[in-house]
């Protein structure tokens, strides 16, 4: 596998010493995240946690540029890219990790590059290919949470079948048009992953409701975004309530959130992989 990194990664000499490496990050940098450790359910600790963690952002367009920069804000300690697309001009509508100067570039040296001028102790790796069945299982191994950022179904139905079967948490979200969606997936959980919901959809039958025939507001895609890098920051920490059954749909034009119900299918794998643990 082509696997670039930004900067030389090191393992920690066991739990113990990753634990002692993020509480001296975050010792170092306890002006940067001042207003994290006095947040109720944050603090010290959870800060720590963050640091400690490790989260693969799959596409880094318009949904993974929020969540990579807002990830690296908070400290996450190591990010994972993948895209294998380079910047084109249209992207710089709502692609906020790259800029001008950026046009023909790999995204993910863009991305790591944002991420780096934002964050400089964040740990990047890169990865220059496109997700599909070959790949998405070894993409997502070692990781604490993985992001969907993607733009097609048939890549979501990879990464999210990767994640059921690793038993990684998975945040979708989508954005076309005026509105947008966000759902997460924690497999073993007993609630629904994405095939349950679009198991049966195609980037054929969807064509028409797709951004590149459809648009997209530019500001869509960061709230989706944003709303995916809150419910990681969230599945990091157990804090609160996931998005797991739950889809949450915004409309921009009304200005609204809406909730869907969402029901594991019981003929799905990740409804196999419950029945096989219990």
Known sequence: MDIRETEELTQADGAAGAAGAAAGAVGAASGRYARHLVLAGVGKLGQETFGRAKVLVVGAGGLGSPVLLYLAAAGVGELGIVDGDQVEESNLQRQVAHT?????????????????????????????????????????????????????????????????????????????????????????????????LF???????????????????????????CIEATEVLKLLLGAGDSLVGRLLVFDALRMTFDEVKVLADPECRCSARMRSQA
């Not at 991305?111 to 790949?135: C, E, S």
């Open 199 to 225: 198991g049966d959809a195609t980037d054929d039958s969807l064509g028409p409701f797709l951004p590149a025939r459809a648009g997209v507001l530019s500001s869509v895609p960061g709230v989706m975004g």
């Open 100 to 196: 001008q100067s950026d046009l023909g570039r790999p995204k993910v040296d863009s991305a790591a590059d944002a991420v780096k001028a934002l964050n400089p102790a964040i740990k990047v790796r890169t990865w220059p290919m496109r997700m599909g069945p070959d790949n998405a299982a070894t993409l997502v191994k070692g990781y604490d949470v993985v992001v969907d950022a993607l733009d097609t179904i048939a890549a979501r139905l990879y990464l999210n079948d990767a994640c059921v079967d690793a038993g990684v948490p998975m945040v979708h979200a989508a954005a076309t048009a005026w509105s947008g969606q966000v759902m997460t997936v924690v497999p073993g959980s007993g609630g629904p992953c994405y095939r349950c």
